[in-house]
């Protein structure tokens, strides 16, 4: 898989599999699917509400999570320092993993943006 290197040397598969609007049910498969033909991105977040299918998908692959990208993203909400480390915490626990490679804020805008 090519990749692009960020300018801290991180490196980040250019093509990702984005779980949004698989349902909870379909997602493991989908993910360990997505892996078998060669994914290496994982694209989720909060508010998607299937983050723990996730990493059940990422487990069940048997793959090594250093081959792995995964990025998830902070609801608006909780943008602020406390709540976001406090859910970055429960990312971590829904997807089982030990990191993140990449957290961003969902929607980083308010409600007046484009007025």
Known sequence: METL?????VEIP??????YQIPQEETKEAVE????????HFD???SYQNETEVGEGIKAS???RKELFITTKVWIEN???EDTLKSVEL?????DLDYIDLVLIHQPYNKK???
């Open 5 to 9: 290197k960020i300018e801290n040397d």
């Open 14 to 19: 250019v093509l990702g599999f984005g779980v």
């Open 33 to 40: 699917n997505a892996i078998k033909v060669g994914y290496r």
């Open 44 to 46: 989720t977040a909060q």
């Open 62 to 64: 048997g793959i090594d």
């Open 79 to 81: 943008v602020n320092y």
């Open 91 to 95: 990312s971590l626990q829904r997807l």
């Open 113 to 115: 943006a484009g007025n």
